[in-house]
């Protein structure tokens, strides 16, 4: 199980790398095996830098990020690290870019093989690569010695998850890994993804598109400006959400385009006091107070940017 426990992360930018830069404010959230947890948000509101801090590829600045209660960050030495990403893998946004173009697609699998399984035999292998890719669906004599050019994204996203599944993974960072696809392929990319929670897989889903939220996940986490602005059960997010923000953002789900900006501006003209800042027990002591419990696991953080005007 992933927990992040008040994950922070601070860029420095700016000419001297003097300008710090809040991506991520004091996130705390959990991915149980087989569950799908969305993080949901515009751009820029810090998805990408939550995942990416899962996957160890950039640190993070404060706070905790354990699976199965170890320390992800604290994993030391290349055998604790291949140990992890054995069960932990992301995937991205554009497919082609985590290919070479002037190799075969199966490539991708040789590189795994060389990195976790230099003992196994040739036979074993070619089997193991192809239950991976049967399991997403495809055909390996229709994919296998293509070169990423001849297939489509769908089809490359969907072997960069079979990729995933020939290790032995238990959590799936995935990060916009539909945004490129056309309708259809969504739709098997989507129940995809179901049929692997099915089997125990958690997945972490990030998406800036709020129906593919519901239509996948069992948790909501409504991501702004880097904090959790709402997060529960879909259902409830969804059906009586808490926070303005999320109000906005849902009452304008036909308008798209328009959403987030809409959503902040009705932030401006929010009644009714910040349940953050205005319950039993106010402010916790070290420092902004996190999100706080406004019904069975649903959480609603504050209603303003930093700290509410007491
Ligand atoms: N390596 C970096 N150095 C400095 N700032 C960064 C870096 N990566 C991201 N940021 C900044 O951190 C903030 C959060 O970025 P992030 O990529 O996590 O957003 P996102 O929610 O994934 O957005 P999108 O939907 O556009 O992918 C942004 O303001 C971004 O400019
Ligand atoms: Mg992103």
Same mark, same amino acid.
Request: a neutral charge.
């Given at each position: 199980? #992933?927990?992040?426990?008040?994950?922070?992360?601070?860029?420095?930018?700016?000419?001297?790398?003097?300008?710090?830069?809040?991506?991520?404010?004091?996130? @705390?959230?959990?991915?149980?095996?087989? %569950? !799908?947890?969305? =993080?949901?948000?515009?751009?820029?509101?810090?998805?990408?830098?939550?995942?990416?801090? $899962?996957? +160890?590829?950039?640190?993070?600045?404060?706070? %905790?990020?354990?699976?199965?209660?170890?320390?992800?960050?604290?994993? @030391?030495?290349?055998?604790?690290?291949?140990?992890?990403?054995?069960?932990?893998?992301?995937?991205?946004?554009?497919?082609?870019?985590?290919?070479?173009?002037?190799?075969?697609?199966? +490539?991708?699998? /040789?590189?795994?093989?060389? *990195?976790?399984? &230099?003992?196994?035999?040739? %036979? /074993?292998?070619?089997?193991?690569?192809?239950?991976?890719?049967?399991?997403?669906?495809?055909?390996?004599?229709?994919?296998?010695? +293509?070169?990423?050019?001849?297939?489509?994204?769908?089809?490359?996203?969907?072997?960069?998850?079979?990729?995933? #599944?020939?290790?032995?993974?238990?959590?799936?960072?995935?990060? /916009?890994?539909?945004?490129?696809?056309?309708?259809?392929?969504?739709?098997?990319?989507?129940?995809? =993804?179901?049929?692997?929670?099915?089997?125990? =897989?958690?997945?972490?889903? $990030?998406?800036?598109?709020? *129906? #593919?939220?519901?239509? $996948?996940?069992?948790?909501?986490?409504?991501?702004?400006?880097?904090?959790?602005?709402?997060?529960? &059960?879909?259902?409830?997010?969804?059906? @009586?959400?808490?926070? &303005?923000?999320?109000?906005?953002?849902?009452?304008? $789900?036909?308008?798209?385009?328009?959403?987030?900006?809409?959503?902040?501006?009705?932030?401006?003209?929010? !009644?009714?006091?910040?349940?953050?800042? @205005?319950?039993?027990?106010?402010?916790? &002591?070290?420092?902004?107070?996190?999100?706080?419990?406004?019904?069975?696991?649903?959480?609603?953080?504050?209603?303003?940017?930093? %700290?509410?005007? /007491?």
């Amino acid at each position: 199980m #992933l927990t992040l426990d008040r994950v922070s992360k601070v860029y420095r930018v700016g000419t001297f790398g003097t300008q710090p830069l809040n991506a991520v404010r004091d996130v @705390s959230l959990t991915v149980p095996p087989g %569950a !799908v947890v969305s =993080l949901i948000g515009e751009s820029g509101s810090g998805k990408s830098t939550i995942g990416r801090m $899962v996957l +160890r590829l950039t640190p993070v600045t404060s706070g %905790a990020i354990t699976f199965d209660g170890r320390n992800v960050a604290g994993l @030391s030495g290349h055998r604790a690290r291949k140990g992890y990403y054995r069960h932990v893998q992301g995937v991205f946004q554009d497919p082609f870019s985590s290919f070479n173009p002037i190799f075969p697609v199966d +490539r991708v699998f /040789e590189m795994l093989r060389g *990195a976790y399984f &230099p003992g196994v035999s040739d %036979a /074993e292998w070619r089997a193991s690569v192809r239950r991976g890719i049967e399991r997403v669906g495809l055909d390996p004599g229709q994919v296998l010695g +293509r070169y990423p050019h001849q297939l489509s994204g769908g089809q490359l996203q969907r072997l960069l998850i079979a990729r995933a #599944l020939t290790l032995d993974i238990r959590l799936l960072v995935a990060d /916009e890994i539909i945004s490129m696809l056309d309708a259809s392929t969504r739709i098997d990319v989507l129940n995809l =993804l179901g049929d692997l929670r099915a089997e125990g =897989l958690g997945i972490l889903f $990030v998406t800036h598109d709020l *129906a #593919l939220g519901t239509y $996948v996940s069992d948790t909501t986490v409504i991501l702004r400006r880097g904090a959790v602005a709402e997060m529960g &059960p879909t259902r409830q997010v969804y059906a @009586s959400p808490r926070h &303005p923000y999320t109000r906005g953002l849902l009452a304008s $789900v036909p308008r798209m385009h328009r959403t987030w900006a809409e959503a902040d501006a009705d932030l401006d003209t929010a !009644v009714g006091p910040c349940p953050v800042h @205005s319950g039993p027990a106010g402010p916790g &002591p070290a420092g902004p107070a996190g999100p706080v419990e406004v019904g069975p696991d649903h959480f609603v953080g504050c209603f303003s940017d930093d %700290a509410c005007p /007491e």
